[in-house]
């Protein structure tokens, strides 16, 4: 039976996240609205794993996806796209380019969406994320009081401790020598999940 593309994995993945959240899978059209594609698009990528024997579809249901393995089908390690680098410190221009993939444990991601960045500067080091480190991002576009996030401002992108003010948006650092961005104009790109160290 053929493998399944890194698309159908992150399909499968995202169908068995689900059933695991909700107790009941998503309908063919919340997997398109996930992946931003076409409904026919995320119904030919249910089609296809169904023809490689991981999804039962069930005829006239909208919520008729049956994972065939019982359990979760995952692998123990996943590449990650590794997008550049982010500031721990002052915002830098970040180097959109793909840099390359990085290995990383499956539980660590499980169904999110993420990418890798490498963090550059020392201004998050009071929360144990130093120079060098490869940042595990979820992609995520909106994000809690408290969570350290990936903060596009400008062309510029910056790891940080996001809190949302009355009217504005203040970005911590986790190094008392670095003062508190406040703006009005940020875009919140993904939300740390973990850290790879290599020493």
Partial sequence: ??????????????IAGFVEDHAYPP??????????????????????????????????RSRALEIVAKERPERSVIDLPLLGAVAAGKPILADENFAGTVPVPAELVRH?????????????KDAGIFNGDIAIIEERQSADNGEIVVAMLDDSVTLKRFFRENNRVKLVAENAAYSPIYTQDVRIVGRLRGLIRKY
């Fill in 1 to 14: 039976m053929k493998s399944l593309t890194q698309r159908q994995q992150e399909v499968l993945d995202f």
């Fill in 27 to 60: 309908t063919i059209r919340e997997i398109a609205d996930r992946f931003d594609i076409s409904v026919k698009g995320a119904y030919d990528h249910v089609k296809a794993l169904e023809k490689k024997g991981k999804l039962k579809l069930g005829e006239n």
């Fill in 112 to 124: 999110a969406p993420c990418f890798a960045l490498t963090v550059r500067g020392d201004s998050m």
